[in-house]
């Protein structure tokens, strides 16, 4: 009965295609880091990882040339750059955060000990952006997430 419907010119047909769909799919798995490498040979500008932040905003993290970029965009508002510098120097500590990260909280309250803060200037007068952008980028972006939360 099946014989009828299905020929075996079909089932050969059929054989072939899913024979090679593997034998392709084998390749790409053995090769796909050459491929993707080049097509990406000769981009300055390259979108290191994108994530959603709300179903209207996006933070993107863009790398031009040696440089990364964070990218807030929502709708309805200009996108908003903004330099990220690494810090390559600090070491995780019990937390699993970088000891010398600067958190959210960390940029928003102020320095209570004189001594702390001439440390840190002492360490690293070219810090960019300064702890004051830092504040009023957060301050920007909090209170761009109150106006636009109602949405």
């Known amino acids: 009965m099946y014989s009828q419907i299905i020929g075996t010119q079909q089932i ?51 790398s031009i040339d040696n440089s990364e970029f964070i990218m807030l965009s929502a709708k309805g508002q200009p996108p908003l750059l903004v330099p990220f510098v690494k810090d390559s120097t600090a070491t995780p500590n019990k937390s699993g955060t970088p000891a010398g990260s600067t958190g959210l909280a960390d940029i928003a309250a102020p320095e ?26 957060i301050e920007k972006f909090q209170s761009w997430r109150r106006d636009h939360a109602a949405r």
Request: aromatic share 4%; no cysteine; proline share 4%.
């Open 12 to 62: 050969v047909v059929t054989g072939a295609f899913l024979a090679v769909m593997i034998i392709v799919l084998v390749v790409l798995r053995r090769k796909g880091g050459a491929i993707r490498a080049s097509l990406k040979a000769g981009k300055r500008i390259a979108v290191v990882e994108d994530t959603a932040v709300s179903p209207t905003e996006r933070l993107r993290l863009i």
């Open 112 to 137: 209570v000990s004189g001594e702390k803060n001439s440390k840190a200037k002492a360490a690293d007068d070219t810090l960019y952006p300064s702890p004051a952008e830092r504040a009023a980028f």
